[in-house]
């Protein structure tokens, strides 16, 4: 190479490399255009390695226009360096950019079954006036079940069409939560007072009134001169509480083998107050069954009849959501569609 070519070669290389680092979009073409121009196979240095076989003038006059011309790339990579990570980091921050005047997205919040709202609703009057929460278990035994509640071994509830049994002999899915009387005056001395929630089964055909999986209340007191007056005085309270302070309640006989005398309870409705109407039909709503404990479930259960009186009571507790809720269908409460759950969101505790 001699210093003519050298001029020339400096000079299409500026050019050249100049325009390569100008077009660079990227960091990596970057480097590349680094490596073009100025590393050890490009021409630049090519013509740097030649200046060493030149005279002494051109080798100066070269050299200089040499390092002039590696400063000017040079400054151009730095700069075009520069505008690349500034771009870079613009789009980073686009890509992140947050508008924090959008209005949040809400977390929708399930609501409490209207059934466990209304179950609570009745346990907490209870509760409040002294009674304690008893369980059972839903499979019972023929004992719990029947026969400690005076239903004998001929008793038609007994038959397969009511009740539902399972495989092993002698237990079946109990019929009312009543069982769980039984069990708590077996283990507990008077005086008892206790209410029992709970899931009740029956082989009965689903429709707008009847469900083969339904849920009940139980009610027991048991003490030393226990009277019927008890019985309704509590029952009123429980209805007033329930569906206010104007309610009559109303009791005509009845029989469950479990109590004597046994009634049927209907409050007045809250709605027309007894005139009748779309709710109540006649002005009463028919609530629950109730009674004074018969003297052989007492003793069946180990306790002297002589000094002992009781009274109980079975409420229904999907009867009590339709009335107070304006339900019309009971299918509804174990169908599951979001929207009848939904307009229970927000009540209960
Ligand atoms: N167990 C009855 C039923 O399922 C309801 C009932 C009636 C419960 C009278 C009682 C009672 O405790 O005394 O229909």
């Known amino acids: 190479m001699d210093p003519q070519e050298a001029r020339r070669i400096l000079d299409e290389e500026r050019e050249r490399g100049l325009s390569m680092i100008a077009s660079a979009d990227s960091s990596e073409a970057l480097d590349a255009a680094k490596v073009g121009v100025l590393g050890r196979k490009s021409r630049f240095s090519q013509v740097q390695r030649a200046l060493g076989s030149f005279d002494p003038e051109d080798r100066k006059r070269l050299g200089m226009a040499a390092n002039e011309l590696r400063e000017a790339l040079q400054s151009a990579l730095d700069e075009r360096s520069r505008a690349l990570a500034g771009a870079e980091q613009a789009r980073l921050l686009e890509g992140d950019r947050i508008d924090v005047t959008l209005p949040g997205r809400r ?9 466990t709202i209304v179950e609570d609703e009745m346990v907490g009057i209870f509760t409040r006036m ?17 026969e400690a509640l005076n239903i004998p071994p001929d008793h038609p509830a007994r038959t397969m069409k009511d009740s539902l049994y399972v495989e092993i002999p002698g237990f079946l ?10 069990r708590t005056m077996e283990s507990q001395d008077p005086p008892v007072y206790i209410v029992a929630p709970g899931r009740t089964y ?29 019985l309704k005085g509590t029952l009123e309270t429980f209805a007033r509480a329930l569906f206010g302070p104007d309610r009559r309640v109303r009791m005509n006989p009845d029989y469950f083998p479990f109590v004597e005398p046994g009634c049927q309870v209907a409050v007045s409705c809250f709605k027309c107050d007894g005139t009748g109407c779309a709710v109540c039909g006649n002005g009463w709503i028919e609530l629950l069954g109730a009674g ?15 000094r002992y009186t009781g009274f109980a009571f079975g409420i229904g507790v999907e009867r009590v959501a339709m009335v107070r809720h304006g339900v019309s269908d009971m299918r509804m409460f174990v169908e599951g569609d979001v929207r009848f759950l939904q307009q229970f969101q927000g009540a209960g505790a």
Request: charged share 30%; aromatic share 6%; hydrophobic share 40%.
């Open 107 to 115: 977390l929708r919040t399930g609501s409490l079954h209207p059934l």
């Open 130 to 146: 002294g009674y304690r929460v008893e369980e059972g278990p839903e499979i019972e035994d023929d004992w719990h079940n029947f």
């Open 173 to 182: 899915l109990r019929t009312e939560t009543s069982a769980v009387q039984i």
């Open 202 to 230: 029956r082989r009965e055909a689903v429709d707008a009134t009847h469900l083969s999986v339904f849920h009940q209340v139980e009610g027991l007191a048991v003490d030393e001169g226990i009277s019927f007056a008890d």
């Open 292 to 306: 004074m404990v018969h003297p052989k479930v007492l003793e069946n259960c180990g306790i002297d009849a002589e």
